[in-house]
């Protein structure tokens, strides 16, 4: 009998950079204590001048592949989900599958599906897997910040890329059940040439995270006949501090089970890497036998659903790189309103 499909190695990656909501309110005169309070989140990660989803990507993807020990060369497949690919024509994965030194005999696609594209690319991943056409896949979320100067989404989009490797040997996680829910629900967009996306208001609580959430997570325990208390760890997008504790909350989780996970009240909304290195934050804290149970949320819209069980490999894989934690423990450098402005291009020159 074959082994289960599972995740073998993970990595993540978050900028040094970071900007107080404090500051991004100072910026434009508003209260501060408001903005703070409504998204429960102090700072946010940002990218630097030189850096892009691409580069973020190879930084997470090079961990990944150093945790599992596997030879690159293995690789069959990459998708990068991402909703700041830095080309509207160009391959996001043929550049970072060349940096990482994969065969050239792979097949590359860039995804989009707003917040979740990152998951998007984890579930395509474990079902070529699973169906044998991939000895070993790669799932990739990369984002860097978008919000139009003055936006409210300037308060929480962040940058930061979170990686995994799915196949059969080595699995630190086995993937025990996956779903996915989709509706036209316009919550969120960008058309081509816009430079910053756009939000639908009050289409982006209720009916668009809350409804797509809840129906894939009460799906996804119908589908498993798991249990809340099954689970050590859930984690759900974070598109601010409240929402994911609320989602846990209405299905039943308590906030303990979703503390591990929870990253946006220090880093921001990173979008397509959200629910991922939440999932990377639980990885590096998880004990061997605990279930994971993992739903995302992307803008459009729709929800991913995961049940992941801990192996007793993951302590010696989790050694072999830096945790979440440690990345966030490492110095940072805090950016004023100018410097993010031109760190983020906010500015259009003549000559851009």
């Known amino acids: 009998m074959k082994d289960p499909v599972g995740i073998v190695g993970y990595g993540a990656y978050i900028p040094r950079y970071r900007i107080k909501t404090s500051e991004v309110a100072r910026a434009w005169g508003w209260e501060a204590q408001a903005y703070r309070k409504g998204l429960g989140m102090e700072e946010k990660s940002v990218a630097a001048r030189d850096q892009d989803c691409i580069t973020l990507a190879v930084e997470a993807a090079r961990r990944a592949i150093r945790r599992g020990g596997t030879d690159p060369a293995k690789i069959g497949a990459i998708y990068i989900g991402s909703e700041s690919h830095p080309y509207a024509v160009k391959s996001s994965g043929t550049v970072v599958s060349e940096a990482i030194g994969t065969s050239r005999w792979i097949h590359a696609a860039d995804l989009e599906f707003a917040c979740k594209a990152g998951t998007e690319a984890m579930y395509l991943c474990s079902r070529l897997v699973e169906a044998g056409a991939a000895e070993c896949a790669l799932a990739i979320g990369s984002d860097t910040a978008q919000g139009a100067p003055g936006d409210p989404l300037e308060f929480a989009t962040a940058a930061g890329a979170a990686a995994f490797l799915f196949g059969r040997e080595g699995a630190v996680a ?48 119908e589908q498993t006949g798991l249990k809340v208390g099954d689970f050590a760890h859930a984690i759900f997008h974070q598109p601010n501090g409240k929402f994911p504790v609320r989602a846990g909350e209405l299905l039943g989780f308590s906030k303990e089970q ?40 992307g803008s459009g819209a729709g929800s991913d659903g995961f049940v992941f069980t801990v192996t007793g490999r993951i302590a010696e894989v989790r050694s072999r790189g830096p945790t979440v934690e440690e990345i966030l423990s490492r110095p940072t450098v805090q950016l004023d309103y100018t410097r993010y402005a031109r760190f983020r291009s906010k500015i259009a020159r003549e000559e851009d």
């Open 174 to 221: 086995t993937m025990d059940a996956s779903l996915s829910y989709a509706s036209d629900t316009p919550d969120f967009w960008r058309r081509e040439g816009e430079r910053f996306p756009r939000h639908g208001g009050r289409f982006t609580g209720e009916p668009g995270y809350f409804h797509h959430t809840m129906t894939a997570g009460r799906k996804l325990l």
């Open 258 to 297: 979703c503390r591990a996970g929870l990253l946006s009240p220090r880093i921001g909304n990173v979008y397509s890497a959200a629910s991922p290195l939440g999932l990377c934050a639980v990885l590096d804290a998880a004990k061997p036998g605990q279930k994971i149970f993992m739903v995302s949320y």
